[in-house]
């Protein structure tokens, strides 16, 4: 019932404090925090029920279960379907073991994932990307036959690239939930396991498109804007309409005056919190259809934020090591590594790679 | 061969099957039956088909894509046409350690078929399996609900010769 | 001997036992009579915790416990659903309980069904055993017109029906919420845990999920009571167990021996394995079904503190996984000398890639990428640090999945490599000669016995 207030727990993320009602699962506590102690999410997605427990990027380590029963759980635990309480204690980003799983996870998530991004309608805005980059290694040992599936269209607006889905099964949930009929699910098991209609199968129906925005990797993209740009030579503007059919409220991704894309707004966590429907989206592509709200919030970080400037006003990166190495002066003093230091000094390699560099800034 | 299955309609008999096997469950979970109803279909058909998944799921009042998502996770469902005689081999650790990969390729040879092949008569198709649950009694083998166990050279030639008859 | 109480299978060579008068008359659905007409379904479970008996499936978790976790809101239908989907490879005991006496596992849903208050209750038997369905469905016909199953059974006001589900093909729902899943007629997808089954498990509802094995022990357990069954074994041991013996024993075959054997005798006499096979020796043992770790020989008959090893829960993990194993389902797989490890290392390892559900990603990509490199290892193609690589794989996936196979994947190469690192560096040392069919590598002979 409405009045009466829920329970307030406390959660400790990080050795950071937070009080949430209770039934709050490990993942929204460390929202709360801020992004600083939020566990990475490929599957889990609020506004979907069910969704989470499946890609394992959210692990994190419990040292103390509760105020009541203090021991600490035996294995990692998915945060996202992990439910805090009360004086829990929770281990993220400052425990190794939970970063050595989750390289683990982004190893074996990129496995059999395409290094097409280049030419990827979802680099810049990929979950997977954000991921690989924050907790993966640069190499890969992996040296046998990448699976490989056809591509596939779904419907005359949406591609599957099922070469690059992780199988979060956010598309899945988000058919049977806001969609009235679902045509489309996985098939097969194992890693054989595809995204399909089966049968060849068009998806059509007035919110088919929000799958698109959910699909936290490129596997489903808008055919309708597939090539037409990167997302970081683009600028989203929100905006809102009269629809008849859903709340109207959107990003339009401009290139010049030409909206070349119309999306879903997404929050801080990259979730779509109002569902749009197909007119929107692949209909209204002329500003006159939409009353303009003003830029879209990018957090600076973010690749959508590059190439918004003038290039007069951003200083090139050479220019400013060029700046360092000119300041630079040697410290000389006898502290124990410098012996090392200068046994390196005398190394041919050394001298090999001073040279280069010289050359380098004098050119 | 079984029934084409482009006659997508179940026998009486098992109509009536299907009737008895939904009531199992408690109202509402007619869903449940999607197992068992599969494997009719499959006996009467001899493999299961789009058309038959769509039969199945009308009569069961679901999707047709909980159907599909379902017969392509069980590997039991042949989703292609098959031989009249399916040999199921157990490909799993006890029945190798048993010499089982010198018995099927005895097998595979002696049909002249790889695996997931039918013979040119389709008489036989060869498909392999993990554990059977046999494997104190291994190799062996399954064609429909029939083991065939402490398999050898010898005891493959009795058998196929039975069932070419 | 001293090992000879039989608890399971004492009939097991009568004929006609599995018939419902020969059954009936060897005493059978006295467990039923003594549950319904003279305890409480409460004093079921209490006997049941007090036999100590453990889960049969694999995982051991004690099962009076497991019933006594059973919520009870009211009003809210409770569910038994009895687990055959026996696919573990070397288990095949539960296969050959059904078939040779679908009434003890009958008697034993119906006193079972009673003691948690369930009024339907499920036999999920893997779809490959249609002819054991098939033998079970005429089994619970002939209990029904004895009026041991319907409505009102033995006059006492107890209602229940029993339902054989047939799966369709997947070791994953071996596992008991992939199981439930399957049983709701949808893909055999684990589901994330809390809520547990006994909370939220058939269509929601309370449900307590048990293994073919462990149900059939309750008729005995009613009929004797729970303190002698607690006599019966070693230890947190209770009881007796069923091994399927499979290998290169002379004998292979389902024995049921009292927790506490040595294994010594299990393995060497003729009661049960009857020894290795003639002129062969022991290599290696995997004890408790292929995900088990698997054992050398030496460390397989004796710990490592040299002490000889006894079939119990507790005395095959002695040394925890550095030096031990589990006994878990039974599965017992010899092998001689003539084995190759990493044959049989990859061969299992196709089977947990073939059998994942796919869901979670370190089980999904992680068993295929473990079962390449070990093809490319048996085969011939392997590099010396394929093998590291693939001890850390294992390692990157144990513990961080949704259900427990991919732990199962795991630990059966982590062992081997613990154990028989030479014999994989050899097949990369040597690929033209390890890749040879038959090709085994010879160990010294201190790792045979």
């Not at chain 1, 199988?167 to 949930?173: E, K, P, Q």
């Not at chain 1, 879209?296 to 400037?309: D, G």
């Not at chain 3, 058939?202 to 607690?230: D, F, H, K, M, R």
């Not at chain 3, 093998?387 to 794989?393: A, G, N, P, S």
Request: hydrophobic share 35%.
């Amino acid at each position: 019932m409405e009045n009466i207030a829920p329970q307030l727990i406390k959660v400790t993320i990080d050795g950071k404090e937070v009080q949430v009602p209770a039934g709050t699962s490990i993942l929204e506590a460390a929202r709360m925090i801020g992004p600083e102690v939020a566990p990475p999410a490929m599957c889990y997605y609020k506004p979907l029920k069910g969704t989470g427990g499946k890609c394992r990027a959210c692990l994190v380590k419990v040292t103390a279960g509760s105020e009541k029963d203090p021991r600490p759980m035996p294995k990692l635990v998915a945060s996202c379907i992990t439910q805090a309480q009360d004086g829990m204690k929770v281990e993220n980003y400052s425990s190794p073991e939970v970063i050595e799983a989750r390289k683990g996870v982004v190893e074996f998530l990129l496995i059999n994932h395409p290094l097409d991004c280049p030419v990827c309608d979802q680099a810049g805005e990929c979950h997977l990307q954000d991921f690989s980059f924050e907790h993966g290694t640069g190499g890969t040992r992996f040296e046998e036959d990448r699976r490989t599936f056809e591509r596939e269209d779904i419907g005359d607006k949406i591609q599957l690239h099922m070469n690059r889905c992780i199988l979060c099964y956010r598309c899945v949930y988000t058919a049977d939930q806001i969609t009235n009929k679902r045509v489309h699910g996985v098939m097969n098991r194992g890693d054989h396991s595809e995204i399909s209609t089966y049968i060849s199968n068009a998806i059509d129906n007035d919110f088919s498109g929000n799958m698109i925005d959910v699909c936290p990797v490129g596997a489903l993209t808008d055919k309708t804007y597939r090539f037409k740009n990167r997302v970081w030579f683009s600028k989203p503007v929100d905006a809102h309409c009269d629809c008849e059919k859903c709340s109207g409220k959107v990003t339009l991704w401009y290139r010049g005056e030409e909206v070349i894309r119309v999306t879903a707004r997404k929050n801080q966590w990259g979730e779509v919190e109002e569902f749009i429907c197909n007119t929107c989206r692949y209909d209204r592509k002329k500003t006159s259809d939409w009353t303009i709200e003003g830029p879209m919030k990018v957090a600076r970080h973010s690749v959508i934020s590059a190439n918004k400037y003038s290039n007069k006003l951003v200083e090139k990166p050479s220019f400013a090591l060029k700046y360092a190495a000119q300041n630079y002066k040697e410290v000389d003093d006898d502290r124990p590594y410098d012996k090392n230091l200068s046994e390196i000094k005398k190394s041919e390699d050394y001298k090999a790679l001073m040279a280069k560099n010289e050359e380098f800034f004098s050119k | 061969m079984a029934e084409t299955a482009t006659k997508t309609a179940f026998t009486a008999e098992r109509l009536k099957k299907v009737e008895e096997i939904i009531q199992r469950y408690p109202e509402g979970r007619q869903k449940s039956a999607l197992l068992p109803v599969l494997h009719l279909a499959q006996e009467q058909f001899g493999w299961v088909s789009a058309a038959t998944m769509d039969y199945v799921a009308e009569l069961l009042s679901i999707q047709p894509v909980e159907v599909y998502e379902v017969a392509t996770f069980y590997t039991m469902f042949h989703l292609e046409p098959v031989g009249k005689h399916v040999i199921e081999y157990c490909r799993t650790g006890p029945c190798c350690t048993m010499g089982g990969e010198e018995v099927y390729d005895y097998l595979k040879q002696k049909l002249n078929i790889e695996t997931g092949e039918t013979t040119s008569d389709g008489v036989f198709t060869i498909k392999e399996v993990e554990c059977l649950a046999a494997c104190g009694w291994g190799p062996c083998f399954q064609i429909r609900e029939k083991f065939y166990m402490h398999l050898n050279n010898q005891k493959i030639d009795e058998i196929i010769e039975d069932l070419s008859k | 001997m001293a090992n000879t109480k039989k608890i399971l299978l004492e009939h097991i060579n009568v004929p006609g036992i599995e018939t419902y008068e020969v059954y009936r008359q060897k005493g059978g659905y006295t467990g039923v009579e003594k549950a319904l007409k003279k305890l409480t379904p409460d004093e079921v479970v209490e006997e049941v915790k007090k036999s100590g008996v453990r889960g049969r499936g694999g995982a051991g978790f004690p099962m009076g416990m497991k019933w006594s976790f059973l919520a009870k809101p009211e009003g809210v239908p409770r569910y038994l659903v009895c687990n055959a989907d026996e696919s573990e490879p070397g288990t095949f005991k539960d296969h050959y309980l059904m078939k040779c006496l679908p009434h003890l596992l009958i008697e034993g849903m119906i006193i079972s069904s009673y003691a948690l208050g369930a009024n339907k209750s499920f036999i999920y038997v893997r779809g490959e055993l249609m002819y054991v369905i098939r033998i079970l469905e005429k089994a619970i016909e002939e209990a029904k017109a004895a009026g041991f199953l319907g409505k009102n059974i033995l006059g006492t006001g107890y209602d229940l029906e029993l339902v054989v589900q047939p799966g369709g093909g997947a070791y994953i729902c071996g596992e008991e919420t992939a199981l439930l899943e399957s049983l709701e007629g949808k893909r055999g997808n684990p589901r994330n845990k809390p809520p547990f089954p006994a909370v939220k498990g058939l269509y929601q509802c309370p449900t307590v999920v048990n293994n073919v094995e462990s149900i059939a022990t309750v008729s005995w357990i009613v009929n004797n009571g729970g303190e002698e069954y607690a006599k019966i074994g070693v230890g947190r041991s209770t009881g007796t167990k069923l091994i399927s013996a499979s290998g290169h024993i002379r004998k292979p075959g389902v024995y049921e021996i009292e927790l506490g054997l040595p294994v010594d005798e299990f393995l060497n006499s003729d009661e049960y394995c009857g020894g290795i096979r003639d002129g062969h020796h022991l290599k290696a043992v995997v004890a408790g079904g292929s995900s088990v770790p698997i054992l050398p020989a030496h460390l397989f008959m004796k710990t490592a503190n040299g002490e000889g090893r006894l079939m119990s829960y507790e005395s095959l993990s002695e040394g925890g996984f550095a030096t031990g194993t589990m006994l878990g389902s039974g599965g017992f797989i010899a092998m001689d000398e003539t084995t190759c490890i990493v044959r049989n290392t990859w061969n299992f390892s196709r089977f947990y890639h073939h059998e994942s559900c796919g869901q979670c990603s370190p089980c999904r990509e992680g068993t295929g990428w473990m079962e390449k490199v070990l093809h490319r290892i048996e085969h011939g193609h392997g590099n010396m640090r394929d093998i590291d690589l693939l001890v850390d794989v294992a390692k990157k996936i144990e513990g961080n999945t949704i259900c427990p196979l991919g732990d199962a994947a795991a630990w059966p190469i982590a062992s081997a490599i613990r154990h028989f690192r030479d014999e994989f560096e050899w097949h990369v040392t040597n690929p033209g000669a390890a890749s040879k069919p038959g090709a085994v590598y010879q160990h010294l002979n201190e790792m045979s016995v």
